[in-house]
C-alpha cells in the first residue's frame, strides 16, 4: 500500500439507507489519485481521542489509528472519491462516528489506496456474500461483472429498510437477510449460503465480513465444497465487540500461526480487561 498521506475534503454527506452513510470527498490531493481502484481501500486517520487527524504535521508526531475503508468509485473528472460507512450503532468507533457526523468542509488525511479485491471474471459463475461492512466492496464487484454472469449476492443488512438497489448483472440473484444484532449471529450468512441450489461449473468465491462469520464460511468452501484457494477471496472486514488494531491482530493469529497459539490467543482475548490489550 502507498504511504502517501492525502487530505481530503468533505463534499457531501448524507445516508443512503439508515445505516450506510456515503461521504463524497473532495481535494487537491486526488489530483494524483491513482483511476480504477474500486474495491481497494484507503485507510483514515483518527487520533487516540478519535478525531480525524487533519494535519500533516501530527502524522509521525503521535500514535495515530487507521481505519480502513473501501474505494466506492472515484472520478478523475469530478475529482471526488465516494466511501460507504457503515454505522453500527452502540457499538461505534471512531470512524463510524466521525462519518455519521461529518459534514462538509471537514478534512482528514488517508493513506492508500491499497489492493483491489475483485473477483475472476473468467469463472463460471459468482457467489458474493458479504455483511454492510462487505457491501461497498461487494457493489465494486457486481458493477464489473460480465453481461451474462450467473451467481448469487447474498447480503446481511441491519434492517429491512437498508436493502438497496444494486446495479448487476440479470443473472445474479440477490438474497437479503436482515440481521439487526451484527456480530451476534454469525451463523447467519453461513446459512443463508448453504441453502443456495449450487451450480455446474467453477465458482469464483468473494466473501467480505465479520470475523467469526468469515472463519465458518472459509471452513465450509475449504472442506465442504472443495473450493481452491485462487477461486475465493474471504476476508474479515472487522470483529465483533474487537477495535480494528485488535481484530488485526486475531486475523494474523489465525491466518498465521498454529491451532494450539490460536486457542491460547482466544483464551486470552476472553480476558481482555488486561489494560494493554483494551487499546
Ligand atoms: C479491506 C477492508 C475494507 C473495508 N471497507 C469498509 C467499507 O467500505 N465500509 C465499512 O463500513 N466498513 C469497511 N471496512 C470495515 C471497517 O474498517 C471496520 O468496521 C472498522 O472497525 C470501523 O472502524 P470504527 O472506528 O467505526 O470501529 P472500531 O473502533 O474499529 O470498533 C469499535 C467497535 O465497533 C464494532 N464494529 C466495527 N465495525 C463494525 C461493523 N461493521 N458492524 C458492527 N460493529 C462493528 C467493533 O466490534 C468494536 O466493538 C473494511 C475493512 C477492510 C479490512
Redesign the pocket.
Known amino acids: 500500500m502507498s504511504r502517501t498521506y492525502r487530505m481530503i475534503v468533505v463534499k457531501k454527506s448524507k445516508k443512503i439507507t439508515p445505516h450506510l452513510q456515503r461521504v463524497i470527498f473532495t481535494g487537491d490531493d486526488l489530483a494524483d489519485f491513482p483511476e480504477n481502484q474500486e474495491s481497494g481501500?484507503v485507510k483514515l486517520l483518527f487520533s487516540n481521542d478519535g478525531q480525524a487527524i487533519n494535519d500533516r504535521d501530527r502524522v509521525g508526531e503521535e500514535k495515530h489509528l487507521k481505519?480502513?475503508?473501501?474505494i466506492?468509485s472515484f472520478s478523475r473528472e469530478e475529482n471526488e472519491l465516494i466511501?460507504?460507512?457503515?454505522l453500527?450503532g452502540h457499538?461505534?468507533?471512531?470512524?463510524?462516528?466521525w462519518a455519521e457526523l461529518t459534514k462538509p468542509g471537514d478534512k482528514i488525511l488517508i493513506a492508500g489506496p491499497?489492493s483491489t479485491?475483485l473477483v475472476n471474471n473468467q469463472s463460471d459463475w459468482f457467489l458474493l456474500a458479504g455483511?454492510?461492512?462487505?457491501l461497498?466492496?461487494l457493489c465494486c464487484n457486481l458493477e464489473q461483472l460480465p453481461k451474462n454472469a450467473q451467481g448469487y449476492a447474498v447480503i446481511e443488512v441491519i434492517s429491512e429498510l437498508d436493502k438497496q438497489t444494486l446495479k448487476m448483472p440479470d443473472g445474479i440473484a440477490v438474497k437479503w437477510i436482515i440481521n439487526n444484532k451484527?456480530?451476534e449471529n454469525s451463523d447467519a450468512l453461513l446459512n443463508a449460503i448453504k441453502a443456495l441450489s449450487w451450480k455446474d461449473g467453477n465458482p469464483y468465491i468473494w466473501v467480505?465480513c465479520?470475523f467469526d462469520s468469515m472463519k465458518k464460511i472459509r471452513h465450509y468452501m475449504k472442506n465442504s465444497r472443495n473450493i481452491e484457494q485462487e477461486n475465493m477471496y474471504i476476508?474479515s472486514?472487522?470483529?465483533?465487540?474487537?477495535?480494528?488494531e485488535q481484530?488485526r491482530i486475531d486475523r494474523r493469529i489465525y491466518l498465521e500461526t498454529p491451532l494450539f497459539i490460536q486457542i491460547l490467543w482466544k483464551i486470552i482475548t476472553r480476558f481482555q480487561k488486561f489494560r494493554f490489550l483494551k487499546r
Open positions: 481501500y481505519r480502513t475503508y473501501t466506492r466511501i460507504e460507512f457503515s453500527h457499538k461505534s468507533g471512531p470512524a463510524s462516528t491499497g479485491k455483511d454492510m461492512s462487505g461497498p466492496a451484527p456480530g467480505a465479520e476476508s472486514y472487522w470483529k465483533f465487540d474487537r477495535t480494528e481484530h
